[in-house]
């Protein structure tokens, strides 16, 4: 059954022929098999597709498809100011999705505010919580195997809320914690710029530098999960700290819009937003600013000398800078790799992700449909009840 189940995942409408050549098995075995995948409502026998061939001998062939929308999976970004629900399908679609802030609240005030972005992503997708089979969040800080967080630094604690145990209060299904970078990794390798890449990194880089790292298809977590934490980079020559591309950008940009500084198209832009972004110094170097540019040469070689360490740790194939930054990041990648080979013997190809800020819920999302995938068998549909129509609360 299993084996059935999952060839139905990977394609479209199939006949018991083309799952006969799949699998293995008779023809008894899989019209048995489909039958009761069907009574579990994994699957539906659908007409034949438009455009197949009709003219045939005896009794029509049977097509059957995976019901990708037997139940659904909620996948969340919890960060350090603002929380991501997304919801998808069983074949990973993005349905819903919300977005909200966190103000300065304690943990249940923060609790709520993930509640809030939940319910309106499940409205979104049209979505009752009783369709949810699996949930995964990822979180800014490090997880162990067992799904605790870290408590070794105060900035971690913040995570620390019982974040699992109010969504599977609410589900009544599992509900998997997880690092963000870690989950960042998982989705470059789904839908990202490392697909087919076995030894990885994956760089959240926007404000605090964190790894995901991937070796022979296997994430690294270490003990208590800080593989890739990369927390003592004040011992790093040229780096000194956690600081990511954002957070310098920010920095260095406030420093060039003093009234002592030499002129730059950042003030200006500063000037007319009424605050420093790091938006700002790559739209400015693209414009041919010579102070932006400056920024950014040296927000390249710290972050080559980042790399050019990682490089020499664990020698991956591909680090992909993720996250918000990503997009402007691309702009970094030609002065990175001309400094990678001073910091390691092993320098990595560098990549920027196509997934954007998205990257962590859609990691978030790929880790609830692996458990959905590892145990359906053992999941009851019946209590997945189907979706609103849309519209309806």
Do not use: Y
């Not at 018991?16 to 699998?23: H, N, S």
């Not at 890449?197 to 790292?213: C, H, K, N, P, S």
């Amino acid at each position: 059954m299993e084996a059935v189940l999952a060839v139905l995942r990977t394609v479209g409408t199939v006949t018991v022929t083309e799952l006969m050549e799949a699998t293995g098995l008779t023809r008894t075995t899989v019209i048995t098999v489909c039958d009761e995948l069907m009574d579990k409502g994994w699957a539906q026998e659908v007409d034949s597709p438009r455009g197949a061939a009709t003219a045939q001998v005896g009794r029509p062939a049977r097509h059957f498809r995976f019901h990708d929308r037997a139940g659904f999976v909620l996948g969340l970004d919890v960060g350090e100011v603002k929380t991501t629900a997304v919801v998808a399908d069983l074949r990973g679609r993005i349905l819903g999705r919300c977005t909200r802030s966190f103000p300065d609240l304690d943990s249940s005030g923060r609790l709520d505010v993930i509640d809030a972005a939940v319910e309106d992503a499940l409205r979104g997708a049209a979505v009752v919580p009783t369709a949810v089979l699996a949930a995964a969040v990822g979180v800014a800080a490090p997880v162990d195997r067992t799904g605790r967080i870290s408590r070794a630094q105060h900035f971690w604690e913040a995570f620390d809320i019982g974040i699992e145990a109010r969504l599977g209060e609410r589900f009544g299904r599992p509900v998997t914690l997880a690092n963000d970078a870690n989950l960042a990794a998982l989705a470059e390798r789904w839908q990202g710029a490392a697909a087919g890449v076995d030894d990885l990194a994956v760089m959240l880089a926007g404000e605090r530098i964190g790894f995901g790292l991937v070796e022979a298809g296997r994430p690294l977590r270490g003990r208590h999960g800080g593989a890739g934490e990369i927390g003592s980079l004040e011992l790093v020559r040229g780096v000194g700290g956690p600081e990511g591309i954002a957070r310098l950008c920010r920095t260095w940009a406030s420093e060039a819009v003093r009234d002592d500084a030499p002129a730059t198209t950042i003030r200006e832009l500063a000037r007319e937003a009424g605050t420093v972004e790091a938006e700002m110094v790559f739209r400015a170097a693209a414009d041919g600013d010579a102070v932006a540019a400056q920024i950014l040469e040296r927000v390249a070689d710290r972050m080559a000398r980042v790399i050019g360490l990682v490089g020499t740790l664990f020698d991956p194939e591909l680090v992909v800078i993720a996250g918000a930054v990503a997009a402007s990041a691309s702009a970094l990648l030609e002065d990175i790799e001309r400094l990678l080979p001073r910091f390691t013997t092993t320098p990595p190809r560098v990549a920027v992700s196509p997934l954007g800020e998205a990257v962590v819920s859609i990691g978030a999302v790929r880790l609830a449909l692996d458990h959905v995938e590892q145990h359906a068998l053992d999941l009851d549909l019946a209590t997945a009840t189907p979706q609103h129509p849309a519209g309806v609360s």
